[in-house]
């Protein structure tokens, strides 16, 4: 679990600096909205910061469940750049596309990356490879379940105010990453 707990500590850390920070009234100055190039490093630091405690502790929970599993199988390395390249492609994602149908939103939270670690062990289990390996499903075909199943994940876990297409883009490519078994030592 050393890269679970270490993405948590990095979570916590960055939770701590947007307390002190909130004391001056920067409390969001982590967080990405658009347009990305105004604040590039945001694509990092808001994968880490939160809106809350409770937001922090829901993310928290769902790291704890679905990073264990997944570390099992891959290098710390490759688990925390997975985290972070996840995280900041499905907030880029929500800001994106979120703006362009409604108000341009901002987006926090490691919620992207969680969805991405959940179907990454959806996809990258044996008994799914051996299930695909049956099915001879064509590429087209296996993105389109996968972008079937990211739909079907997000609208089950919808809540309001959630970044529902940063879940669902998550989702998404964790799906299409087990499948690859991109985070496999061996590859």
Known sequence: MRATLETLAVVLLVGLVQLLLGLVGLGYAFALAAPLTTAPWTLATSVYAHGSTGHLLANAVGLLLVGPLVERHT???????????????????????????????????????????????????????????????????????FAAVAVLLTLVTAAPGVALIAHAV??????????????????
Request: proline share 2%; charged share 10%.
């Open 170 to 187: 998550g989702a998404f490519l964790g799906l299409a990453a087990g499948r690859l078994r991109l985070l496999s030592a061996g590859v």
């Open 75 to 145: 290098t710390r390395t490759r688990f925390h750049a997975f985290v972070l390249t996840t995280g900041a492609l499905a907030g880029a994602a929500q800001v994106t596309l979120g703006g362009l149908i409604g108000p341009a939103p901002s987006v926090l939270g490691l919620s992207g990356a969680v969805f991405a670690l959940g179907g990454y062990l959806l996809a990258g289990n044996v008994a799914s490879a051996t299930l695909f390996d049956r099915l001879r499903l064509s590429g087209r075909a296996q993105l389109a379940l």
